[in-house]
């Protein structure tokens, strides 16, 4: 018997499924669109892939509204392409790394970008700029199978129906079998393990009232409203 209960982490919804995908982990990928490590400011690393992560209890479904986060005057989106891991993988290969694939989602980074500029002046961890309640939004996941090759897939993000991202999963500096095998050398990867891929270029602040509405071809897509601040 605990002490006291907690909220739940929601399961993603998948296509197809009466049953839902239960988030473990949540890993994402720094810089990994040239164009968007250009634009912050930064040189292009492409020799590995580098992480931070997200609570799980920062989770939360498409179609939400969520209050404006507080500590905050330059709040971004980031549009995302989203990998949902289903078997076991540790040091991999780029073959066993596809093959424990379960499927893919649109996902939002939201990222408080004052507080993460913060950071990276003074060389701290990002968290309060990244770790942010409600900063992880999911779409519904569509099985890999059914979805195929990740190629040149669109990826596209609109704010108040203006489109700010536009690119393709093509422009992915580190592609998600690289992703796969270099994060494989560090944790043991498994079911319930999300990663988001990286955002491309056009990130941009929203402010309360903003209506966000993501696509990747393919998949169905990411939405979320904010509202006014707590």
């Not at 950071?119 to 992880?136: I, M, N, Q, S, T």
């Not at 043991?188 to 999300?194: S, T």
């Amino acid at each position: 018997m605990s002490l006291f209960d907690l909220p739940p982490i929601p399961d993603v919804p998948v296509k197809g499924e009466t049953e839902g995908y239960p988030v473990r982990r949540i890993f994402c990928v720094g810089r990994n669109y040239a164009a968007h490590a250009a634009e912050m400011g930064n040189e292009v690393d492409r020799e590995a892939p580098f992480y931070f992560t997200k609570s799980p209890a920062h989770l939360v479904l498409t179609g939400a509204t969520l209050p404006f986060p507080p500590g905050t005057e330059d709040y971004h989106h980031e549009m995302e392409f989203v990998v949902a891991l289903g078997a076991p993988l540790f040091r991999c290969s780029a073959d066993e790394g596809m093959a424990a694939v379960y499927g893919y989602a649109c996902g939002l980074d939201m990222t408080r970008r004052d507080l993460q500029g913060q950071a990276k002046d003074k060389r701290r961890p990002w968290d309060l700029g990244k770790d942010v309640e409600g900063a992880a939004v999911i779409g519904e996941i569509t099985k890999a199978a059914e979805f195929g090759t990740v190629s040149d897939q669109s990826i596209t993000l609109a704010v108040n129906g203006e489109m700010k991202q536009d690119a393709t999963l093509a422009e992915l500096i580190h592609d998600v079998p690289a992703v796969l095998v270099h994060l494989s050398r560090y944790y043991h990867l498994g079911p319930g393990d999300l990663i988001y891929t990286g955002t491309p270029a056009g990130v941009g602040a929203v402010q309360p009232g903003a209506v966000l509405h993501g696509e990747v071809a393919g998949l169905g897509p990411v939405d979320l409203t904010l509202g006014d601040p707590e």
